[in-house]
Each structure stands twice: as structure tokens, then as C-alpha cells.
């Protein structure tokens, strides 16, 4: 069973689209940018990244997850079945799509052309493997597998 999750109205906004900031996009003084500028919704910050798949955290609400899991990504990372954002309770990956839709430019770590060439998705799952890219990986940041798929 799926652990609630944290109230949402205590994350920071992000200054540019006033919507709330995920646990795995950096928080003000832990995991922001490293250049000093305020975490947002358009990146996700590598450290706590790690920290929601080594600790089994949601990546919204930093929060203990349970079964299943949902990652939020774009139709892409589903075709590929690999997804750079960390994995989310239930509920909180549909917060997050509401906070999504709509909204254009780099997300979560998506570049513009993914977030505008793919609509997003919602995939549930019970499992999932968390692989770091090799040296000679283009794309050097981890993904998150699924293992198995839920309805």
C-alpha cells in the first residue's frame, strides 16, 4: 500500500511559474542550484535525485514510498522505459501532471524539444531498476527502469 504523502503546500514555489518546487527539483539551501539561482520545476537536481532512489523517497513530496510507484516523464522516456525523474507516490505524480500540463520550455529535466515534441505520461509500477549512465553513455544522467508495469 502507498504511504500518504506530505502535504504539498508546504514545497517552495518556484519564482518564474509559482508553482510548487518537487523534492527532486532542489529546495532553497538543500539541493538548489549549484550557481546560487532558486530550485524550479525546470530541472531536477542530481543529488536528490540519488537521495529518492537510494532512500526510496517520492521525488514530490520526499516522503517514504510504497507500492506501487509512479514515474511522470514524456511518451519518449516511456517508449525507451527509462525515466530521469524519480519515482512518486501515486497521488503525488498526478499533482505533478496537473502542474505540468500546460506549461512549455524545459521541465524536469526534459529539454523543449522532448517536453514539446511528447505529450506526458503516467506509468505505475511495483519495481524498478535505477541505472547509472557509463562513460561512454551521450547522456550521462541516471534513469529510472520500471521492472514491471501496473495498471
Keep these: 500500500m502507498d504511504p500518504a504523502p506530505r502535504d504539498l503546500v508546504d514545497l517552495p514555489r518556484d519564482p518564474e511559474l509559482g508553482l510548487p518546487v518537487p523534492f527532486m527539483c532542489g529546495t532553497e539551501g538543500f539541493g538548489g542550484a549549484r550557481d546560487g539561482s532558486p530550485p524550479t520545476l525546470r530541472r531536477l537536481d542530481g543529488r536528490r535525485v540519488t537521495q529518492c532512489a537510494l532512500s526510496r523517497v517520492c521525488g514530490v513530496c520526499g516522503s517514504t514510498l510504497g507500492r506501487p510507484v509512479a514515474f511522470v516523464g514524456t511518451e519518449i522516456e516511456q517508449a525507451r522505459n527509462a525515466f530521469h525523474a524519480a ?3 501515486v497521488a ?3 499533482s ?3 502542474w505540468l500540463d500546460g506549461l512549455d520550455g524545459p521541465l524536469i529535466g526534459q529539454d523543449a524539444a522532448d517536453v514539446a515534441a511528447s505529450a506526458w505520461v503516467t506509468v505505475t509500477t511495483s519495481g524498478f531498476e535505477f541505472v547509472r549512465a557509463s562513460s561512454e553513455d551521450l547522456d550521462r544522467r541516471p534513469t ?3 521492472n ?3 495498471t
Design 87 to 89: 519515482p512518486l507516490h
Design 92 to 94: 503525488c505524480a498526478d
Design 96 to 98: 505533478l501532471r496537473g
Design 144 to 146: 529510472f527502469q520500471p
Design 148 to 150: 514491471s508495469l501496473s
